[in-house]
């Protein structure tokens, strides 16, 4: 991805700076002209360099403290006494989670365009993505033409569990073209995506624009693949001591656990001792012997009293390290696939619509990655593994979203703004609307 980055930077940059007006002219004052002769290129490259990239872009390092979220109530969990009797006096134990101070504090530079209708919302850039996220970002066209990017890495904590965040974004907007990189990871949501585009674009007036192209993505979930499930579900025959399969009431080979639920815990290091107790029956008053297991973790400290204490405790928690273990083996997945765009933009002080949309149609191609777990194999998951007759099943991905606003008097405004995305089984949306009426 970084090359990637890199050479689409330098494409552009070549081509902007190559673009610009020959040698600079003479300029004047009141007092002298000053002559700049013409081969100075060197001058004329970096003011090229400040006037296209840097100029009007702001650095800036930020961050903030907060206090961190506390249960109103404090929680208790009742544990067995030390030796263990179900019936003697249990220990009561807080388990009330404490954590320390959220915090917040990143650096970057950014250069974007703002639409009419965006005001700004503070008096200093802070680069917290909640407040101050921009239309830029999300729109296929822009605002102004030529280079917008921002370049912002953070470091964050939340609940006790440290993230860490950026996103890198570059795209140079021209009347006939849209060429756009981006990086962007986003730890509080497990989130990552890196994507690559370049489009054609053919304005339409001053207000309506289309565009069509190319757009590269990443994605690192295996969607509908279960790794549990499927290592539950593996099965192997027994036979007897001539060979044959043992069988059922009905005849057929008898299919038995090649792994069963506790044989996870063994995984882990996790054992079992079994033992033996005595209970009367409340009807026939006779005795009856129960079987069952004591569970020690890797310290051998015993962490259940039963294979249904095992089972509602510490095995739900290993189901999930497991599947996150072998979902962890499988790596990214690259894909490029085709684009389509339309913008339309309209705005007065009392009257704006800004309405987008991107349509990625059903002729994805990935490029990269293990064919099996793919997202085109997403419905040929089962039980027993991936289907023998498993076809690559296409499908949509879309983006559109809507600002709009008019003030319809002096005192009364109506607004409405919106935004959905769907990508690949990631669905995401946010909408604000609302009235506002101003005393005068």
């Known amino acids: 991805m970084k090359k990637i980055l890199l050479l689409v930077f330098v494409l552009l940059l070549t081509t902007s700076l190559y673009s610009q007006d020959g040698p600079l002219t003479p300029v004047s004052s009141q007092s002298e002209t000053i002559k700049v002769k013409k081969d100075k290129k060197p001058f004329t490259f970096f003011k090229d360099v400040y006037k296209d990239f840097l100029k009007y872009g702001t650095i800036y390092a930020a961050g903030d403290i907060r206090n961190a979220y506390e249960n109103s109530r404090k929680d208790y969990f009742i544990e067995r006494p030390a030796d263990g009797d179900l019936y003697g006096i249990p220990r009561v134990v807080e388990v009330t989670d404490y954590f320390d101070f959220d915090y917040r504090y990143g650096i970057g530079i950014r250069k974007l365009g703002r639409f009419g209708y965006e005001r700004k919302p503070n008096n200093f850039w802070t680069g917290n993505a909640y407040r101050e996220n921009q239309q830029a970002l999300s729109a296929p066209t822009s605002a102004v033409d030529g280079f917008e ?201 009392n009257f704006w619509l800004h309405a987008y949309a991107n349509y990625l149609p059903p002729y994805h191609s990935y490029i990269s990655g293990d064919g099996d777990f793919n997202y085109g194999n997403r419905n040929n998951w089962g039980k027993g593994g991936l289907r023998e007759d498993a076809e690559f099943e296409q499908w949509d991905d879309y983006q559109f979203g809507v600002n709009f606003g008019w003030k319809i008097g002096k005192n009364l405004g109506v607004f409405v703004e919106g935004e959905y995305n769907k990508m690949w089984d990631t669905k995401f949306y946010n909408s604000t609307f609302g009235i506002n009426y101003t005393f005068r």
């Open 149 to 349: 990017y921002l370049f912002h890495f953070e470091k964050e904590r939340l609940r006790g569990e440290e993230f860490t965040n950026w996103r890198y974004f570059l795209r140079h907007t021209g009347k006939y073209h849209i060429a756009k990189v981006e990086s962007r990871e986003q730890g509080t949501f497990d989130f990552s995506y890196k994507s690559a585009e370049l489009r054609a674009r053919l304005p339409i007036g001053k207000k309506f624009s289309i565009s069509a192209g190319a757009i590269y993505r990443t994605h690192e979930r295996a969607y509908g693949y279960n790794p549990i499930e499927i290592w539950l579900n593996e099965t192997e025959q027994f036979f007897d001591q001539n060979g044959n399969p043992f069988l059922d009431e009905n005849g057929n080979p008898i299919e038995f656990p090649s792994n069963p639920w506790y044989s996870l815990g063994y995984e882990y290091g996790f054992t079992d001792v079994g033992y033996e107790s005595t209970s009367f029956d409340p009807e026939t008053g006779e005795e009856v012997t129960n079987y069952d297991w004591y569970w020690y973790n890797p310290d051998n400290e015993i962490v259940a009293y039963s294979d249904l204490d095992f089972r509602n405790s510490v095995f739900r928690d290993l189901v999930n390290r497991f599947n996150n273990e072998q979902w962890d083996l499988i790596g990214a997945f690259g894909v490029i696939s085709p684009i389509i765009g339309a913008d339309f933009y309209h705005y007065q002080n």
